[in-house]
């Protein structure tokens, strides 16, 4: 009687395994068929392919990341967020979820949630340097500055910032009592971004030498604050931009003006 059952048992767990490997084979392939009918531009054949595999493998959460991805496409956000939270739902330690909601709700202007999101892939792995950044570049844009720099200033201690991270640093470091830093950073920012410029092809050369021309004006700026008239005029003198001759008039006429129109302004 025993062998009968250890063998019904041993049976039924084959079974059982055999069935969850022919489900995770098809999730498999499903979702191959997905990235195939997105390359091919069959957005609804994409997207059923996409909600099979999520059916037929519980634990993945590629497929709803991918799934996530056509709903945006769509724009429909909400959707998307629902993909994106099923996929943290059904694997609560992956940052990636956490990353493309946060990236999601950047995106649609929900910059409290999208804080809240980075904040969350931080908790999850503290090193995720982009995660720092997205969410300094949110705090920035909330005009939470203090907060963006101080998490600005741990993305510069551990050097991995980016010449963005560095321009943006500087210019809230001149906006928060702390402008001779201000004017280090947004210099070592422009080294940076015109030692890329140079591998640089077609309109993104441009848009390089505009981000220039506008970290010049950020120096000048910084000087400002930091009471170097004298060199903030050298610059304005020598800008290319469109802004900068008012600027110089503004910064002959009334200095103490001009320094409190940079203080008071936002950097987003």
């Given at each position: 009687?025993?062998?009968?059952?250890?063998?019904?048992?041993?049976?039924?767990?084959?079974?059982?395994?055999?069935?969850?490997?022919?489900?995770?084979?098809?999730?498999?392939?499903?979702?191959?068929?997905?990235?195939?009918?997105?390359?091919?531009?069959?957005?609804?054949?994409?997207?059923?392919?996409?909600?099979?595999?999520?059916?037929?493998?519980?634990?993945?959460?590629?497929?709803?990341?991918?799934?996530?991805?056509?709903?945006?496409?769509?724009?429909?956000?909400?959707?998307?967020?629902?993909?994106?939270?099923?996929?943290?739902?059904?694997?609560?330690?992956?940052?990636?979820?956490?990353?493309?909601?946060?990236?999601?709700?950047?995106?649609?202007?929900?910059?409290?949630?999208?804080?809240?999101?980075?904040?969350?892939?931080?908790?999850?792995?503290?090193?995720?340097?982009?995660?720092?950044?997205?969410?300094?570049?949110?705090?920035?844009?909330?005009?939470k500055l203090r907060e963006a720099r101080e998490e600005y200033e741990a993305i510069e201690e551990e050097k991995s910032a980016t010449y963005r991270?560095?321009?943006?640093?500087?210019?809230?470091?001149?906006?928060?009592?702390?402008?001779?830093?201000?004017?280090?950073?947004?210099?070592?920012?422009?080294?940076?971004?015109?030692?890329?410029?140079?591998?640089?092809?077609?309109?993104?050369?441009?848009?390089?030498?505009?981000?220039?021309?506008?970290?010049?004006?950020?120096?000048?700026?910084?000087?400002?604050?930091?009471?170097?008239?004298?060199?903030?005029?050298?610059?304005?003198?020598?800008?290319?931009?469109?802004?900068?001759?008012?600027?110089?008039?503004?910064?002959?006429?009334?200095?103490?003006?001009?320094?409190?129109?940079?203080?008071?302004?936002?950097?987003?």
């Amino acid at each position: 009687m025993n062998r009968v059952i250890f063998r019904l048992s041993a049976g039924f767990l084959v079974g059982v395994l055999a069935l969850l490997a022919t489900a995770l084979y098809l999730s498999d392939y499903y979702t191959g068929e997905q990235q195939r009918l997105v390359g091919a531009g069959d957005e609804a054949g994409a997207m059923e392919a996409s909600r099979r595999a999520v059916r037929l493998d519980p634990f993945d959460t590629d497929a709803l990341q991918a799934q996530s991805v056509l709903w945006r496409q769509r724009r429909e956000y909400d959707e998307a967020a629902l993909a994106l939270r099923e996929a943290i739902e059904r694997d609560p330690n992956n940052c990636l979820p956490y990353l493309s909601l946060a990236n999601l709700r950047l995106a649609t202007g929900d910059l409290d949630a999208a804080a809240k999101a980075y904040r969350d892939v931080l908790e999850l792995n503290p090193n995720a340097v982009l995660a720092r950044s997205s969410l300094a570049r949110t705090l920035a844009r909330q005009g939470k500055l203090r907060e963006a720099r101080e998490e600005y200033e741990a993305i510069e201690e551990e050097k991995s910032a980016t010449y963005r991270d560095l321009y943006d640093l500087g210019r809230i470091q001149a906006r928060t009592g702390e402008a001779a830093d201000g004017v280090k950073n947004i210099k070592r920012a422009r080294r940076k971004a015109a030692a890329e410029q140079d591998r640089l092809r077609g309109p993104d050369t441009q848009r390089q030498k505009q981000l220039l021309v506008s970290m010049d004006l950020a120096t000048a700026d910084a000087l400002v604050v930091q009471g170097r008239y004298g060199q903030a005029a050298s610059i304005l003198a020598q800008s290319p931009s469109e802004q900068a001759p008012g600027l110089l008039e503004l910064l002959n006429s009334d200095p103490a003006a001009y320094r409190e129109q940079v203080i008071t302004s936002d950097i987003y």
